[in-house]
C-alpha cells in the first residue's frame, strides 16, 4: 500500500456535468499523475504534477483540468462530462525516477 | 509504429509452468523499465524495477532488459493460480529537471491465467 487513496470509488454522473476526482497521499512525494484505463487502450496519462501549483498536460488531456494546491491533494475536473469519459481514472505517485504507484481506482461512468 | 507493443494475450497456462511475457519498444532513450501486475478491477502493483540493461530476480519473477534488441521480458517460474492477472510493461527515459521524464510509457497489458 503505497499511501493513495481515491474519492470517490465509484460514480454515476450525466452528460454535462462537472466531475471532480480526489487523489490523496500521505506520503508528501512530489510527484503525482491521473491515468485513464480502457479496453484498447491501455493505461493513458491524462495530467501529471511535479510540485505545488506545478502541473502539465499527458496524452489525453482534453476535457480535463487538474489542480494541486497542497502537496498530499491531487484534483482531476472534468468540467462538463461525456459518454467518451466514461472509464476508470488511477492516481498515481512516484519519488524514485521511473517508479510509479498506484491508487485503488475511480470507476466512472457517464449516462 | 507504437512506442510499446505488447502482446495482449490472453495467455493460458497450466499450474507450474515457466511463463514468459514481453514487450518491445522503439524509444531508445529509455532507460527505466518496470512490470506491473493487475488484478482484475484493482490498480496496477508494482512488480519488478529495473535499471538498463540486464536481469533482475526475485523469487520466482526474473525480469530481463536486452537494450540493443529494444526488447524486455518478465518470466514466472513455477507458476499459481494466484498469478492470474494481467500484466503491464512500463518504462521511462531519465528524468530532466521539469520532470516530464518521470512520465511512463505503458504497454496495453497481457491478461495470464493460470489454471489449476
Known amino acids: 500500500d503505497a499511501g493513495i487513496t481515491q474519492s470517490p470509488r465509484h460514480k454515476v454522473t450525466e452528460t454535462g456535468t462537472p466531475v471532480t476526482l480526489r487523489c490523496h497521499q500521505t506520503?508528501?512525494?512530489?510527484?503525482m499523475y491521473w491515468y485513464r484505463q480502457d479496453p484498447g487502450h491501455g493505461l493513458r496519462l491524462i495530467h501529471y504534477?511535479?510540485?505545488?501549483?506545478?502541473?502539465d498536460k499527458g496524452e489525453v488531456s482534453d476535457g480535463y483540468s487538474v489542480s494541486r494546491s497542497k502537496t498530499e491533494d491531487f484534483l482531476l475536473t472534468l468540467e462538463s462530462a461525456t459518454s467518451s469519459q466514461t472509464s476508470v481514472y488511477f492516481c498515481?505517485?512516484?519519488?524514485?525516477?521511473?517508479?510509479?504507484?498506484f491508487g485503488p481506482g475511480t470507476r466512472l461512468t457517464v449516462t | 509504429q507504437k512506442e510499446v507493443e505488447q502482446d495482449p494475450g490472453p495467455l493460458s497456462v497450466p499450474e507450474g509452468a515457466i511463463v514468459s511475457l514481453n514487450c518491445t519498444y522503439s524509444?531508445?532513450?529509455?532507460?527505466?523499465f518496470m512490470w506491473y501486475r493487475q488484478y482484475s478491477r484493482k490498480g496496477p502493483e508494482l512488480l519488478m524495477y529495473?535499471?538498463?540493461?540486464g536481469n533482475k530476480e526475485d523469487g520466482r519473477f526474473t525480469a530481463q532488459v536486452d537494450k540493443s534488441s529494444k526488447y524486455i521480458s518478465l518470466f514466472i517460474r513455477d507458476s499459481q493460480p494466484s498469478d492470474s492477472a494481467t500484466y503491464l510493461c512500463?518504462?521511462?527515459?531519465?528524468?530532466?529537471?521539469?520532470?516530464?521524464?518521470?512520465?511512463?510509457?505503458f504497454g496495453k497489458g497481457t491478461l495470464l491465467t493460470v489454471n489449476p
Open positions: 498515481a505517485i512516484s519519488y524514485r525516477e521511473g517508479e510509479q504507484y
Open positions: 506520503e508528501n512525494h512530489r510527484y
Open positions: 504534477s511535479y510540485g505545488v501549483k506545478d502541473t
Open positions: 524509444n531508445s532513450a529509455f532507460q527505466y
Open positions: 529495473t535499471y538498463s540493461s
Open positions: 512500463a518504462m521511462s527515459p531519465l528524468a530532466n529537471s521539469g520532470g516530464s521524464n518521470y512520465k511512463l510509457t
